[in-house]
């Protein structure tokens, strides 16, 4: 018992960190089209982002009951290899959500959480432990619907955006009045962030104090709703420059009428899938939206090679993250059978705590030695900006058209 009560404070520390990584990888989501359209100065938008994830880690448990009671059928792992299976999750989770942000792909922290404990999971017990129902339901399903739904109401939205405010169309910024919009809408957002993905480590922290006895119900203590929400807004305040920095050099294209209805989608969508405990990801919802505010601007074209690098990272998160987990499982399971339970489980974390350290310590020297640009942080959604091809001047209305061709003709009247 004293074995897995100190594997599961690694956990506790681990869960801490993966939620650290998860706030700075997703500052961007919030708040890169008020960057990129000059509603907000950088400083003052993270500042903001970290204010709101804060707040919003205390306004919903539901997604945190998805984790902690759903996903894992707890009934089928011992008690003692469990905290260590949790632990060998985390660690596919970090390691590939540091990897990514050195890469600058696309990719999800949420879908590399899940990844990490499947394939963990699978290795440390069996395919049976993972209860596919909920899987499919509560995370595939909503990753590949909710993209989808979010970009085509920022479509809308950026379509009555338009059409409402059409007489500044020859006016360059005639429509500078969304800017002031948009300080509500990313916020709004960054309070979703928090209601969603600083969810999923409470679920994480509360599943391994389940384990072994320390708590009975799936809903999350209030020391871990405080720790959980200090630690992603802390991340995203700290981390968050890495990625705005790199906004500040123009990766997107974003008008403010379409970077409020993108942000709009953003929050209504991920709000409302928190109430419903679904995990979705901040950054494909995100990047949806930004997509189909762009396309609502008239003249725009897809980019569908840049669609599919997009996509292709966001397919690889999930089982990626569950290699790098499975992996580490498979060597606590190895030195169990080696050593027997508890002293193996114990010997197997340390060292796996110990490569994970290393390589994390390597992707963050390696990434100093590097100047930040679009090259090694690129924000994902700022790259989904790059899916749409917008001409420099849109093509006429079908009212400018008429206005058009009523002046040509009296010209036509008046020259005769």
């Known amino acids: 018992m004293e074995t897995a009560a100190f594997i599961v404070v690694l956990v506790i520390a681990l869960a801490l960190f993966f939620d650290f990584t998860n706030g700075f990888h997703d500052t961007a989501n919030a708040m890169a089209t008020p960057i990129a359209t000059g509603a907000l100065k950088p400083k003052v938008a993270v500042l903001l982002a970290a204010s709101l994830n804060l707040v919003g880690a205390f306004l919903s448990t ?9 996903m894992i059928r707890e009934d089928q792992l011992s008690a003692s ?20 942000w050195l890469l600058g792909l696309p990719s999800s922290s949420s879908h590399a959480l899940f990844g990490g404990l499947i394939g963990a999971t699978i290795v440390g017990a069996s395919i049976s432990a993972i209860d596919t129902g909920v899987v499919l339901s509560k995370v595939v399903l909503p990753a590949l619907i909710a993209p989808l739904t979010a970009g085509v109401i920022a479509f809308v939205a950026t379509k009555i955006a338009y059409v409402v405010t059409r007489r500044y169309d020859n006016k360059p910024d005639g429509r500078d009045g969304f800017r002031w919009g948009q300080i509500f809408t990313s916020s709004l957002v960054a309070l979703a962030h928090g209601t969603n993905d600083a969810q999923k480590t409470m679920g994480v922290i509360t599943l391994a104090l389940i384990t072994v006895g320390w708590q009975s119900q799936s809903d999350p203590q209030l020391w871990v709703i405080f720790a959980c929400a200090i630690t992603i807004a802390l991340g995203t305040y700290m981390g968050g420059w890495r990625i705005i920095r790199t906004l500040g050099k123009g990766l997107t294209d974003v008008k403010p009428a379409q970077g409020f209805s993108a942000e709009a989608s953003t929050a209504s969508t991920i709000l409302a899938s928190s109430a419903l405990g679904f995990a979705l990801s901040t950054t494909q919802v995100a990047s949806g939206s930004v997509i189909g505010s762009g396309l609502g601007r008239r003249g725009a074209t897809v980019r569908w090679g840049t669609v599919g690098r997009i996509t292709i990272g966001w397919v690889l998160t999930l089982p990626a993250a569950g290699i790098v987990g499975a992996l580490a499982a498979f060597l606590i399971v190895g030195f169990e059978n080696l050593f027997g339970q508890g002293v193996g489980e114990l010997i197997g974390v340390i060292i796996g705590a110990v490569i994970a350290v290393a390589i994390v310590l390597a992707i963050f020297l390696r990434s100093r030695r590097n100047e930040v640009n679009a090259a090694n942080a690129m924000s994902e959604v700022a790259d989904s900006g790059a899916a749409v091809d917008l001409t420099e001047e849109p093509p006429p209305t079908r009212r400018q058209q008429r206005v058009a061709q009523a002046a040509a003709e009296s010209d036509e009247e008046a020259a005769r």
Do not use: Q, R
């Not at 539901?62 to 759903?70: D, H, L, P």
């Not at 632990?87 to 596919?92: K, S, V």
């Open 62 to 70: 539901e997604v945190a009951k998805t984790i902690s009671g759903g």
């Open 81 to 100: 290899i469990f905290p260590a299976i949790i632990f060998a999750g985390l660690i596919g989770a970090i390691t590939w959500n540091m990897l990514t």
